[in-house]
């Protein structure tokens, strides 16, 4: 049984925080800190979170800003 995290791929340092200030990664949208309870966002408060270049809500998890390779 391997008792160490998987490593992740984004290099977002909430992942790296013991305690996170927020709930989910605004780079990759994965739980950060569990300890902080799922929010249900406004369309007003995802609009800010895309004007400040979230990928992700931090505080629901929900995808802002789709992507292209």
Do not use: W
């Amino acid at each position: 049984m391997n008792r160490f995290k998987q490593p992740i791929a984004c290099e977002n340092m909430n992942h790296r925080r013991r305690g996170a200030p927020v709930a989910h990664c605004p780079q990759c949208g994965q739980v950060v800190n569990r300890d902080i309870p799922r929010r249900d966002c406004s369309t007003e408060q995802h609009a800010l979170s895309r004007r400040r270049g979230s990928v992700y809500c931090v505080d629901c998890g929900t995808q802002l800003i789709v992507t292209s390779i």
